[in-house]
């Protein structure tokens, strides 16, 4: 939002509850941004709230975004991020907004565990889910793949893999460590960091560096095609908990919990980024900034 | 069903309304079947269904079937075939038949729009669904695929491509065809049949011969695995319209309609059957005893 605002774009945010108070975004950021309420799971919502925007450019991140609690309720994750992606691109064009560019954010959990000797992966890759949670954002990229070619909003699919950043849920993995670390340093509890699976390697951009490639997506991406938005690399999540546990300098001893494990896991999982790299979009931010400024951010609540 | 009484199974026909008068099956098969009420759009229903059939292997074809009606309901369509599914596999899940095999029922649909020089198409194509039912279909798919990765059910996808055959319901092409040609044949009006777009070709199979291939996939199909079922054979529409009308012995004339057009529709769709092949399955019906038996059937009526 902030790098729309920045952009002199009018924003109209939608939320479900109470509008947001100083978080990610500045004062002035906050000021300039309206809010609205938008909720995909309810027809009249969507169809006030779109009347109230009459937006041009829809960037649909609206979903349950935790793989974990997907198992406990795959109905309601479905229900949000599936069949509420339809309810909005159905609103859309019944709205008059048909013309609107839609960017659906979606995952690359959609792929499901890949050999690692086929990866990194290519968009073109028949999908797999493996988590409830990756099935309802294969769904949703199927509404959206079939919207343009009705009368609907085309829309601009990005398949994001992992990503962090100052301002991250710390339900979060390594959001969750930078809370801890924090904690450590302001001298609640002792110097121990509580994980799960450290072995899994994963292709981590900066949550600024996707901001930007969401931007460049809904402007230039073509609509009804799929976009990694990923670094092509992989790091195990082993030494960036090692890197954090150095930045925050807390000495802090690592301890494995098994009730951090999720039922499916995948090892590792790297895309392949040509797609996007080829409109123009390359990542700006080092890892080693983004724990840093994780960890700055962690302190500051 | 037929298939599967006569093969000494116990049957348990999942219905929404009054069970079925006796129709494309025989009496003696009418009677053997166990007909239980149950609605994809509602748990209780599934609940109720599934505890009492309790069944080891289920072959799921509840949906809604036409992609024309599709684009005037996108969200009912939806609600039935994508979240529908979803509903089932938990409910199975839930009703403690997680070992059950499931075999859905989904369409070459979900395909799209593919370059004739890309056909026959292969199950790895990435799907791009143009019609609300293929995105539904598609979304089933997903929902499909994933359940066997966390504790439900194995469910192998059989991509149906056309197919036909006497009791085919006169909504779709071919039988709506048959029975303009019976009544001409009975002498009720003109000897005139009214037609869509003829120049689209299609691999066309004959219904009975797509029972067995369900039958083979639902017990020897990989669970997590897509099957195209289809001949590998495109026909075009305009030639098997005049076997038809050769059939029938009326010589009608053929008049075309625009109302009969379709919103969107693909000009060829032709699958690569290897896949369901290599399980031993292999069709037996030549196509033009399939439009005899429609034409019978028709006029039977």
Same mark, same amino acid.
């Given at each position: ?89 159905? @609103?859309? *064009? $019944? ?6 560019? /839609? ?5 690359? +959990?959609?792929? #499901?565990? %890949? ?102 997506? @809904?402007? *230039? $991406? ?6 990694? /938005? ?5 790091? +195990?999540?082993? #030494?960036? %908990? ?60």
């Amino acid at each position: 939002m902030r790098e729309l605002l920045r952009a002199g774009c009018a924003v109209f945010g939608g939320i479900t509850g109470p509008a947001p108070e100083v978080g990610t975004l500045d004062e002035a950021d906050l000021g300039a941004a309206c809010w609205i309420q938008l909720d995909v799971t309810d027809d009249a919502s969507l169809a006030a709230g779109i009347e109230a925007a009459r937006p041009e450019v829809v960037y649909h991140l609206a979903g349950q975004s935790s793989v974990a609690g997907s198992f406990s309720d795959p109905l309601g994750t479905w229900d949000v991020n599936a069949t509420g992606t339809l309810r909005l691109l159905s @609103a859309l *064009r $019944g709205g008059g907004c048909g013309e609107a560019r /839609v960017l659906l954010v979606s995952s690359a +959990e959609v792929y #499901g565990a %890949v050999p690692e000797g086929e990866q990194p992966i290519r968009e073109v890759r028949p999908l797999h889910p493996a988590s409830p949670y990756a099935a309802s954002k294969a769904a949703a990229e199927m509404a959206a793949l079939q919207s343009g070619e009705s009368g609907g909003p085309g829309v601009v699919i990005a398949r994001s893999f992992n990503h962090t950043g100052p301002g991250h849920d710390p339900r979060f993995a390594l959001p969750s460590f930078a809370h801890q670390l924090a904690g450590i340093r302001a001298g609640r509890g002792e110097p121990v960091l509580r994980v799960g699976n450290l072995s899994v390697r994963r292709d981590i951009l900066d949550v600024r560096d996707v901001v930007r490639a969401y931007r460049c997506l @809904a402007e *230039r $991406g073509e609509p009804g095609t799929v976009y990694n /938005v990923c670094s092509g690399e992989a790091h +195990e999540l082993q #030494g960036m %908990v090692e890197q954090l546990i150095e930045l925050s300098g807390t000495g802090a001893r690592i301890e494995v919990d098994a009730e951090r494990f999720r039922p499916v896991d995948l090892p590792l999982l790297v895309g392949d980024g040509h797609r996007v790299r080829a409109l123009g979009w390359t990542p700006e931010i080092p890892l080693r900034q983004t724990l840093a400024d994780l960890l700055e951010g962690a302190e500051r609540r």
